[in-house]
């Protein structure tokens, strides 16, 4: 089928987003990228002509009001993403956002409602990529009854990036960019919620701050680190299992990406470092790896996604606005949580 040409135009092109996103929409045939803006003029431009992009734009309204755009990606960092995404919608131009969603939850939730404003445009954030091609196979063996009862779920991502003091301060630790996401709580948290289709009744958490202050290495000054280097959580389900996580960025010598699910009938281990899942029976003393059939596997095919919801009226699914509302408001409760001395925080 011939389809009209559809323009992308991009807003913070950030590591994935030259990574991934531009790539991705230029291998797609009758889709083009036709306008950048990043942080400064010369940044754009160098992405511009890195990509070979025609237009470079020093102000992102200036996107907003061009009627050769047709859909905008958004890369910067999570505290524009309400401001630009609510824009876009008004614009009346489709919209994929960068992950984590928002700042807060507060913002989510206002771009939620301003989406639905407009059920004509696609409005999609960036999926949690990690455990894409084990979603399927997971969700299978829970449904039919392979683990049986759930009793437990531990999610583990720890590695040592900030375990020395005189690591450098970067967005991901500043509040005011990143807001309530912290550490990698929210991208497991999403793919969780794939599984186990519910979201907690209310978390527990706890955070630490090893080094107070870190040297912006743009400024040369040092910044007060507000966001935690270490996370724990302790969370229950309404189906009665209790998820326990943690999240560590100075874990330098035992370093872990893994979620261990474990219920009456059997247990599985998705180890994300070797990229590999497990499943063992109850009363088994080994476990033996999961066959990923061809079907269930899935990768990124992010930029793919959002074009076939725009051309074809496909509903979204990795990610909607309404699933990335429900994550947000579970980091909100954790961020809500170890910010008030730990208290129990209903979601």
Not at 87 to 97: D, E, I, P, Q, Y
């Amino acid at each position: 089928m011939a389809y009209s040409p559809l323009r992308i135009g991009i807003i913070g092109a950030g590591g994935n987003t030259r990574l991934r996103h531009i790539p991705g929409f230029q291998a797609i045939d009758g889709v083009e990228v036709v306008a950048v803006c990043n942080r400064s003029e010369a940044s754009s431009r160098k992405i511009a002509d890195e990509f070979g992009i025609e237009k470079v734009v020093t102000d992102w309204k200036e996107i907003m009001s061009d009627p050769d755009v047709d859909a905008i990606m958004i890369g910067t960092w999570p505290d524009m993403h309400a401001e630009l995404t609510i824009a876009t919608l008004n614009a009346g131009k489709h919209v994929l956002t960068e992950a984590r969603m928002a700042k807060t939850l507060e913002e989510a939730e206002s771009m939620l409602a301003v989406s639905r404003d407009f059920p004509e445009l696609v409005a999609q954030v960036v999926p949690s990529p990690f455990t894409l091609p084990f979603d399927k196979t997971i969700l299978r063996m829970i449904e039919n009854g392979d683990l049986g009862l759930l009793y437990e779920v531990i999610v583990e991502f720890s590695n040592g990036p900030l375990a020395d003091p005189l690591a450098a301060f970067s967005w991901r630790l500043d509040h005011e960019k990143s807001g309530v996401n912290t550490l990698f709580s929210g991208i497991m948290q999403e793919a969780l919620m794939r599984w186990v289709r519910s979201d907690p009744e209310w978390v527990i958490a706890d955070g630490m701050i090893g080094t107070m202050a870190r040297k912006d290495p743009e400024t040369g000054q040092h910044r007060t680190v507000l966001i935690p280097d270490n996370l724990s959580v302790m969370a229950r389900y309404p189906q009665g299992f209790k998820a326990t996580y943690l999240f560590s960025a100075v874990s330098s010598v035992v370093q872990r990406s893994e979620v261990r699910i474990a219920g009456s009938n059997g247990a599985l281990w998705l180890d994300l470092s070797a990229n590999k899942l497990w499943y063992s029976k109850t009363g088994g003393d080994t476990y033996e790896e999961v066959e990923i059939p061809a079907n269930e596997r899935d990768d990124w095919r992010v930029e793919e996604d959002f074009v076939d919801s725009i051309r074809d009226g496909k509903p979204v699914k990795l990610t909607n606005f309404e699933t990335g509302v429900r994550y947000m408001r579970f980091s909100q409760a954790v961020w809500d949580s170890w910010t008030d001395g730990s208290k129990k925080v209903w979601l």
